[in-house]
C-alpha cells in the first residue's frame, strides 16, 4: 500500500480488551483525551483508530507504551454518564497498523496503513473453518458462559476471515493471547492459532469437569464451604503441591508448650489447639483459631525488661533532651525515687498538657530513655470507635485485638513506657466512646485485669507506665481526667526559645542540611528576630522550621556561587534575606494611646494572644452591636459591662439616659477567628468607658479578668499562657483579678520580673489604671452610689393629693 493511501484518525487506546472487526463492543471512557478523540470522531463523522495498551495500569500511556496493530472502528453511539464518563459503541471494520503519531491538542492520533488479508479462500481454508465450527460446538457445550446463539450467527457467516475474527472474540483468552492472534494478518495463519487456542481450552474445561467428579465424590456430609476448599486441594495435587504434612500443627504445638503462660490463658489456648486438631486446615474457622493462637503466644505475658535506676543519671538525660519543664522532670524523677526503694509500684499514670510544640511526645521518650524501658506510642487523634481500644469478637469477620493489646504485641514486655498521643482529639458516635473504654485502661485499681473482646482474657496492664499527651483539657471527660495526675506544661518565654535554638534546633538542623557545626553562625540578635518576627507559638516547631530555611538558602547560595569552605554568619540584617518580609510586627501594643481601644489576653490552644478590642459611638437610639466572630459568653460579657458602664453613669459624669441617643459599636479585630469566654469582660468595659468619656487607654497597658454588674472583677484561668503572651507582646503592665494571686507562683520568675503585674479587686481600679487622666482631675465624681435607685424611689412618691 502506498503512503498516499494512508490516513489520519483520531487514536484511543484500551486497557484489558482487544477489539477485532466485525466486533460490536461497549466501551466505558473516563481518560479526558480519551474523550476528546471519540468526540472528535463524532464531530469530523470519521473512524477511530482503537489500539491496546502493554499496561493497563498505565493511565497516561506513551506511543511506544502501545501496541502497532490494532482496529479501525466506527463510533455508533455515545452517552454521557452523570460521574463525567462516556459510554461509547463502537463496531470494529477492519486492521490497521500505526505508520506514525500525529501531534494533537487535546487528543492522540495517529497515521494508519490498512495491511491487506492473504490467503482468504481455497480448499485448506474450508477445512479448518470446519474443524472450528466443530470445535467451537463442543467448547460452547464445556463452557456455560458462551451463549448458544452465537453457534447459530457463525454458521450464516460465509466470509472467513469475519468468521474466524467473531469466533475469537467469544473465547474467553487473555489480552495477549487476542493482540497475538489480531496481529495476524493471513487469514489461514489465524484460523491455525484459533483452532488451537479453542483445543486448549475445551482441554482446560474437561481437566475443571474432572477435577469437580472427584470431589464431588469425596462430598458426603460437608457443607458447601467445605466443598469449595477440597476443590482448592484437589487442583493443587493436580499442579505437583502435594498434601500438607502437618508440620506447622507440630511446630505451633512446640511454641505452645515453650511460651510460659498464666494457668487460665494455658488452658484456654491447649483447649483451642484440640479443636484446631479436628479441623479441615483449608476451613475458615481454623483459620480463626489459628490466628487466636498465634495472637496469644506473641503477646508479652511474663517478659519484662530489667531497668537499673539510677537518679543521678536519669536527671542527666532528662535536662540533655529537654531545656525547662521543671514539673514534669521533678514527677519522673520523684516516681524513679520510689520504684527504686519498692520492688513494685502501681504504675503512674501522667497527662502532659500544653500547646503544640512544647515538646510533649519527645519528653515522652526521653522518659523512656532515662527509665531504661521500651517505647510505645499510640495515637489516638480522630479515632471514634470503641474496638480500636478493646478490639472486635471473635465472631466478627477479620476480628483483631485493640490497639492496646496490638502496641503490646510490638513492645515483646509487659512493662514498656506507653504514650497515649493526642488523648484530648478522641470523639464518639454510633460506635461507641473510646474515652470510656480507656478508663479501665488508664485505673490503676482495674488495670490489672484487662479484658480485650478479642481475646476475652485477663491480661494484667499495671507494670506499663502510661503517659498520655493533650492540649486542651476541657476536651478530655472529666472522669478520665481523675485517674490521671495532669502536668501542665506552659508555653516557652523568648529566653527558653533562644537557649533551645542554640543548643538544639540549631546543631540539629545544621547536621540535617549537611553543615559543619562551624560552617553556620547564628548571632542572638538573629535568632531573636527570627522568633519575634517570623513565629508566634507557644512551641518551637515553627523556629526550627525557619532555622531550617535558613539553612537551605544558605546551602543553595552556597552551590550556586561554588564557595565551598566559606564560614556564613547570619545576622539580624541578612536574616530578612533569607526568610523574606516578616509575618508578624513585634510588640502588640500600640504607638501611641489611643481612645476606645483596650488591650486584653486571652487564651487559645495554642498558647495566650493578645486580643484588641475597640469601642466606636454613633448617633442612634441605644443600639449595642457587638462582632468579631464572638461566642455566646463574650457576648453576654459585652452586655454585662454595659450594664456595668449604665450603672456608673453618674459617677463617671455621663447622663442617665446617654444609651438611648447614641448606638454602640463593640468590635474584636480578627474577625475571621472564633472567640469565646468570659474573661475580656474588664477590657470591654475599659474600651467602652474610654469612648463615652473620649480618655485614651495607656497602650502599654493589658487586662483580664470577668465582670459582675456590679463591677466585681472575677478570677480567670490560663494566667501563666496570659503573661507570656503580654511579655511576647511588648507589654510592660498587666492587670489581673486579685483572686488569682495564688496563680503567680506558677509562672516562670523571669516573666514575672520583666512584667509589672497588679492586681485588682472592682472595676473602678482597672479604670482609674488603665485610662490616661489628666493630672489635677478625677475620673470619678462623688455622688451616692445608689442615686438611681434614690431617683426611682423618690419618683414614685412624688404622686399629687
Not at 178 to 191: N, Y
Not at 309 to 325: K, N, P, Q, S, V
Not at 589 to 597: I, M, P, R, Y
Amino acid at each position: 500500500m502506498s503512503d498516499s493511501d494512508n490516513k489520519i484518525y483520531p487514536l484511543m487506546p484500551l486497557r484489558d480488551i482487544v477489539v477485532f472487526p466485525h466486533m460490536v463492543a461497549p466501551l466505558v471512557v473516563g481518560r479526558q483525551k480519551s474523550i476528546k478523540a471519540l468526540e472528535s470522531a463524532m464531530s469530523q463523522k470519521t473512524e477511530i483508530f482503537l489500539v491496546t495498551q502493554q499496561d493497563a495500569n498505565d493511565d497516561e500511556p506513551q506511543p511506544e507504551a502501545l501496541h502497532t496493530v490494532g482496529t479501525i472502528a466506527v463510533v455508533m453511539q455515545l452517552l454521557r454518564l452523570p460521574d463525567g464518563t462516556i459510554k461509547a459503541l463502537v463496531e470494529g471494520k477492519k486492521r490497521g497498523r500505526i505508520v506514525s503519531f500525529q501531534p494533537q491538542a487535546n487528543f492522540m492520533a495517529a497515521e494508519i496503513e490498512e495491511p491487506p488479508e492473504t490467503e482468504n479462500d481455497g480448499p485448506e481454508i474450508i477445512a479448518y473453518i470446519r474443524e472450528i465450527r466443530a470445535a467451537f460446538e463442543e467448547y460452547v457445550k464445556t463452557n456455560k458462559k458462551v451463549p448458544k446463539e452465537v453457534l447459530k450467527s457463525l454458521g450464516s457467516i460465509t466470509d472467513p476471515s469475519r468468521f474466524v475474527d467473531i469466533s475469537v472474540s467469544h473465547l474467553h483468552l487473555q489480552t495477549n493471547e487476542k493482540q497475538e492472534i489480531l496481529e495476524v494478518f493471513s487469514v489461514l495463519g489465524r484460523l491455525q492459532i484459533t483452532l488451537e487456542f479453542i483445543q486448549r481450552e475445551i482441554e482446560i474445561a474437561k481437566l475443571e469437569y474432572n477435577i469437580r467428579s472427584r470431589v464431588k465424590k469425596k462430598m458426603e456430609k460437608t457443607q458447601k464451604d467445605y466443598y469449595l476448599n477440597e476443590q482448592m486441594r484437589i487442583i493443587q495435587q493436580e499442579m505437583g503441591g502435594g498434601e500438607e504434612d502437618g508440620s506447622g500443627l507440630a511446630e505451633l504445638e512446640k511454641a505452645i508448650k515453650e511460651k510460659k503462660l498464666p494457668k487460665h490463658v494455658s488452658a484456654k489456648v491447649n483447649q483451642e489447639f484440640k479443636k484446631l486438631k479436628f479441623m479441615q486446615p483449608m476451613s475458615a474457622e481454623a483459620t480463626v483459631v489459628r490466628n487466636y493462637i498465634d495472637t496469644i503466644l506473641s503477646l508479652p505475658w511474663y517478659e519484662r525488661t530489667k531497668s537499673k535506676i539510677d537518679i543521678g543519671e536519669a536527671e542527666t538525660i532528662l535536662e540533655e533532651d529537654h531545656y525547662g519543664l521543671k514539673k514534669p522532670k521533678e514527677r519522673i524523677i520523684e516516681y524513679l525515687a520510689v520504684q527504686a526503694q519498692v520492688e513494685k509500684i502501681k504504675g503512674p499514670i501522667l497527662c502532659l498538657v500544653g500547646p503544640p510544640g512544647v515538646g510533649k511526645t519527645s519528653l515522652c521518650k526521653s522518659i523512656a530513655r532515662a527509665m531504661d524501658r521500651k517505647y510505645i506510642r499510640l495515637s489516638l487523634g480522630g479515632v471514634r470507635d470503641e474496638a480500636e481500644i478493646r478490639g472486635h469478637r471473635r465472631t466478627y469477620i477479620g476480628a483483631l485485638p485493640g490497639k492496646i493489646l496490638q502496641s503490646m504485641q510490638k513492645a515483646k514486655v509487659i512493662n514498656p513506657l506507653f504514650c497515649l498521643d493526642e488523648v484530648d482529639k478522641m470523639s464518639m458516635d454510633f460506635r461507641g466512646d473510646p474515652a470510656s473504654a480507656l478508663l479501665e485502661v488508664l485505673d490503676p485499681e482495674q488495670n490489672h485485669s484487662f479484658n480485650d473482646h478479642y481475646l476475652d482474657l485477663d491480661y494484667d496492664l499495671s507494670d506499663i507506665f502510661f503517659v498520655t499527651t493533650a492540649n486542651n483539657l476541657h476536651a478530655i471527660p472529666p472522669p478520665l481526667q481523675d485517674r490521671m495526675e495532669i502536668i501542665k506544661l506552659d508555653g516557652y518565654t523568648e529566653e527558653d526559645k533562644l537557649r533551645i535554638a542554640q543548643g538544639f534546633l540549631i546543631p540539629k538542623q545544621l547536621e540535617a542540611n549537611g553543615f559543619k557545626p562551624d560552617e553556620i553562625t547564628f548571632n542572638e540578635r538573629s535568632i531573636q528576630e527570627i522568633i519575634r518576627r517570623y513565629t508566634r507559638e507557644a512551641g518551637v516547631r515553627n523556629l526550627e522550621r525557619n532555622i531550617a530555611s535558613v539553612c537551605r538558602k544558605v546551602a543553595r547560595e552556597k552551590l550556586k556561587k561554588k564557595e565551598i569552605g566559606k564560614k556564613y554568619r547570619i545576622t539580624a540584617k541578612t536574616i530578612h534575606r533569607h526568610l523574606g518580609i516578616p509575618r508578624f510586627r513585634y510588640g502588640l501594643a500600640e504607638e501611641k494611646d489611643e481612645v476606645g481601644l483596650s488591650t486584653g489576653l486571652a487564651w487559645t490552644e495554642v498558647g495566650g494572644e493578645l486580643l484588641q478590642i475597640e469601642t466606636t459611638l454613633m448617633p442612634g437610639k441605644g443600639k449595642l452591636t457587638i462582632t468579631g466572630k464572638l461566642g455566646d459568653v463574650m457576648q453576654e460579657s459585652a452586655q454585662a459591662a454595659l450594664s456595668y458602664v449604665r450603672s456608673r453613669a453618674l459617677r463617671l459624669g455621663l447622663l442617665p439616659d446617654f444609651y438611648q441617643k447614641l448606638d454602640i459599636h463593640v468590635h474584636v479585630p480578627e474577625g475571621a477567628i472564633p472567640k469565646d469566654g468570659p474573661s475580656a469582660g474588664i477590657t470591654i468595659a475599659t474600651s467602652m468607658v474610654s469612648a463615652l468619656l473620649k480618655i485614651p487607654v495607656r497602650r502599654d497597658i493589658a487586662m483580664t479578668g470577668e465582670i459582675t454588674l456590679r463591677g466585681r472583677v472575677l478570677p480567670i484561668g490560663g494566667l501563666t499562657e496570659k503573661l507570656l503572651a503580654a511579655r511576647r507582646g511588648n507589654i510592660k503592665h498587666v492587670l489581673i483579678p486579685k483572686e488569682n494571686e495564688r496563680n503567680l507562683k506558677e509562672v516562670p520568675v523571669r516573666v514575672r520580673k520583666l512584667l509589672k503585674v497588679e492586681l485588682v479587686e472592682h472595676m473602678d481600679d482597672v479604670l482609674r489604671k488603665a485610662l490616661v487622666v489628666k493630672e489635677g482631675s478625677s475620673l470619678f465624681t462623688e455622688v451616692p452610689l445608689d442615686s438611681v435607685s434614690t431617683d426611682i424611689t423618690a419618683s414614685s412618691h412624688n404622686v399629687p393629693h
